[in-house]
């Protein structure tokens, strides 16, 4: 089945500085690539996704790559904020709607 | 719009009970997952409904279960409860197609077993 690694497990940073998380996957029929942000006591949110046929996608301070042949994606988060603070998890999706994780980076954005 | 909806929030059972719980998915959303998250195994898959029937399952024992009923909202079940069941147990809802849907969580029930 898929395996999903996501690095580093934490992350601490400057706030107004940038954060990068980095997944690899190993199923090559993954399509589908979304991140998710928990806060303590929340359920995930999706906060973007992006689809095999697309390289790269940007919504705001946040932008996220993908490379196929390589199988690996990243997250990228410009001039954080403390409420960037939280849980981040990346996770792939093939035929159907399951999805699986991986194992979540800690990011703590330092004021 | 409202989100997905858990109940209950919190739930505290004794090994050998049993357990159900509840979602309730986004109005127009008819495929209801839920994942079980824990610190040691992190978020994983459980099942999926779509239309009142299984469409995908995840690697877990037959104790666990699930429904769904006719207006989208879904059940899972879990019998003969075990230590190792104490998770958050967390449903996402999406409008239904096949892959590539964007999936919305609930902010899940948190089952302790004593």
């Known amino acids: 089945g898929e395996n999903v690694e996501q690095h580093p497990s934490t992350l601490s940073v400057q706030e107004g500085d940038s954060a990068v998380i980095k997944c690899t996957y190993s199923?090559?029929?993954?399509?589908?690539f979304p991140w998710y942000k928990q806060e303590l006591g929340k359920g995930p949110q999706l906060i973007i996704d992006i689809r095999s046929n697309v390289g790269e996608k940007k919504d705001q301070r946040i932008a996220v790559t993908l490379n196929k042949t390589a199988k690996h994606f990243s997250l990228h988060i410009t001039e954080t904020q403390p409420e960037d603070s939280a849980v981040y998890f990346c996770s792939t999706g093939a035929a159907g709607n399951k999805l699986t994780f991986g194992g979540g980076t800690r990011v703590l954005v330092k004021p | 719009k409202a989100g997905v909806t858990q109940t209950p929030r919190y739930l505290i059972k004794t090994r050998g009970q049993q357990v159900t719980l509840s979602c309730s998915p986004i109005?127009?959303?008819?495929?209801v997952s839920w994942y079980q998250q824990t610190p040691g195994q992190g978020l994983q898959f459980l099942f999926e409904?779509?239309?009142?029937?299984?469409?995908n399952k995840g690697n877990f024992p037959g104790r666990f279960s699930g429904r769904q009923f006719s207006n989208s909202r879904s059940e899972m079940n879990v019998s003969t409860l075990e230590l190792g069941d104490s998770a958050l147990y967390l449903c996402?809802?999406?409008?239904?197609?096949?892959?590539?849907?964007?999936?919305?969580f609930g902010d899940g029930t948190r089952l302790s077993i004593l």
């Open positions: 109005s127009g959303h008819r495929s």
């Open positions: 996402a809802s999406s409008l239904g197609g096949q892959g590539g849907q964007p999936q919305h």
């Open positions: 199923d090559s029929a993954s399509n589908y």
């Open positions: 409904y779509f239309s009142e029937t299984q469409r």
